[in-house]
């Protein structure tokens, strides 16, 4: 019967990054990597103000048509309400 082992170490070689050594490619490397998270984060921006600015759009453009379609349920009243505090009853002795 043979035991084989894996090698965990060639699969971590794989997979591992490794910074190069030339100083002025590491520093290319770190500023390409700044560049692109600055454009991730501006995107998102972007991104997240289009999304605001057309729920707005939806919420105000859906508003008109649902008042001018929408018909009164004959279910529902309709009125205002007013607490009145409880009257003052005098002290049974």
């Known amino acids: ?19 190069p050594r030339n100083p002025l490619v590491r520093i290319a490397l ?32 859906g508003t008109r048509k649902a008042r001018a379609s929408a018909k009164a349920d004959p279910t529902v009243v309709d009125a205002e309400y007013r607490v009145v505090r409880k009257a003052a009853l005098p002290q049974a002795r």
């Open 1 to 19: 019967m043979h035991i084989r082992y894996f090698q965990f170490a060639k699969l971590r070689n794989l997979v591992e990054p490794r910074k």
């Open 30 to 61: 770190g500023l390409l990597g700044l560049v692109i998270l600055a454009v991730l984060v501006v995107g998102g921006v972007f991104v997240g103000a289009a999304m605001i600015l057309g729920g707005i759009a939806w919420k105000l453009l």
